[in-house]
Nanobody, 126 residues
Framework: VQLQASGGGLVQAGGSLRLSCAAS?????????IAWFRQARGKEREFVAA???????LWYADSVKGRFTISRDTANTVYLEMNSMKPEDTAVYYC????????????????????WGQGTLVTVSS
């Protein structure tokens, strides 16, 4: 399984950005997970959002609820739409994949994920 993240860049506070994660070699069952994590400089990697491959189940970190939306298309790509961005959203964003099903707790736990893409840097200026 290979994951290719893209879409990072520089955006002003209040602006929007969309990240993409293209999965290849991925014969995902409906309960497999794709997630976004992020890591700010000097901080631990943290959960942002996740979606089951079926697209039915979604999870969000409290810090991004109402601002970020995770979705997938039919072509093995998962998106993270980020709106009303804040300087504290500045981080390297990673997409990851896991063989589900997972509990809510495990879904937000980076150790649950078997596959990781390279990061894409998002910088939000104030």
């Amino acid at each position: 399984v290979q994951l290719q993240a893209s879409g990072g860049g520089l955006v002003q506070a209040g602006g929007s950005l969309r990240l993409s994660c293209a999965a290849s070699g991925w014969s995902g069952r409906s309960d497999y997970l794709i997630a976004w994590f992020r890591q700010a400089r000097g901080k631990e990697r943290e959960f942002v959002a996740a979606i089951t491959w079926s697209g039915v189940n979604l999870w969000y970190a409290d810090s991004v609820k109402g601002r970020f939306t995770i979705s997938r298309d039919t072509a093995n790509t998962v998106y993270l739409e980020m709106n009303s961005m804040k300087p504290e959203d500045t981080a390297v964003y990673y997409c990851a994949a896991a063989h589900g099903p997972c509990t809510d707790y495990d879904t937000m736990n980076l150790s649950e994920y078997d596959y990781w893409g390279q990061g894409t840097l998002v910088t939000v200026s104030s």
